[in-house]
């Protein structure tokens, strides 16, 4: 199965490089609005020691878990982002034909190639704030690929959740998705800044506080036991959770259009 993955995946990559202009124009986009990003972070604590305890090496960690994540969910799972059109123009027949997975289907389907750009940034970010706060030892870069593979599979449950809203909303919110992946860039800075009520959102109902504020808590040796615990635990129970909506939402499907 992860063969057909990576082939499907490789021949979207040959589809896309057809075009070259817009290929390199994808993965520069992905560079240039991350960088600027990182440069907003080195504005803000260029005369600030820190803020809410937090200094800027911490905060380019969690930028960098926020970026990577986005990069490779881009890379690997941006199919998902399509689960309203193959709806509404009818693709999602002709999967539901075939004897595989429909989600195993949509999750191989397109590939995003800014992906590779936010996935470049993203690692300069990490590497940069584990070097700055001495953080670069074997077992941090080991604890950083942990958090790299559940960040991912955090992003790609929770999006799928949001974008299967179509089952049921006949017509759809076609920027229902967008909406919930940008309240979940709001944890690209420390929780810990923003109100009680838009913590719990981001721990509890798009658990982005999860990608990177949480890792970097760990790495941060504070509360390891608890928090890594309540990582596995949102990471698996939100990955069966949209699988399950998902599935449920194809019982309710009536073909193009709903």
């Not at 800027?56 to 890379?75: D, K, P, R």
């Not at 009818?90 to 190639?113: A, C, K, N, T, W």
């Not at 810990?192 to 506080?209: D, E, K």
């Amino acid at each position: 199965m992860i063969n057909v993955f990576l082939m499907l995946k490789s021949q979207y990559l040959k589809t896309q490089m057809e075009y070259t202009a817009n290929f390199w124009m994808m993965i520069l986009s992905g560079i240039v609005m991350r960088t600027l990003l990182m440069g907003v972070v080195f504005v803000l604590f260029y005369n600030i020691p820190d803020i809410a305890g937090w200094q800027a090496g911490e905060v380019y960690i969690i930028l960098g878990f926020i970026i990577i994540t986005e990069g490779l969910h881009n890379l690997l799972f941006d199919g998902i982002w399509h689960i309203p059109m193959l709806v509404f123009r009818g693709g999602l027949d002709v999967m539901l034909s075939r004897p595989i997975s429909p989600l195993y289907q949509i999750l191989s389907h397109e590939l995003g190639l800014q992906g590779l750009g936010n996935l470049t940034v993203g690692i300069i970010s990490l590497g940069l704030g584990l070097v700055y706060m001495g953080w670069l030892t074997p077992l941090a870069i080991i604890l950083c690929v942990f958090f790299i593979l559940t960040g991912t599979i955090l992003r790609m449950s929770y999006n799928l959740i949001s974008l299967s809203h179509v089952f049921w909303i006949h017509g759809g919110i076609m920027n229902f998705g967008f909406f919930v992946h940008s309240i979940g860039e709001f944890a690209k800075y420390p929780v810990t800044i923003y109100p009680l009520a838009m913590r719990f959102v981001l721990f509890f109902i798009i658990p982005a506080g999860f990608i990177g504020f949480v890792p970097t808590l760990i790495l941060r040796s504070e509360g390891v036991i608890l928090y890594g615990g309540a990582l596995i635990a949102v990471t698996v129970i939100y990955f069966f959770v949209a699988r399950a909506i998902f599935y449920r939402g194809i019982k309710r499907y009536e073909s193009m259009g709903m």
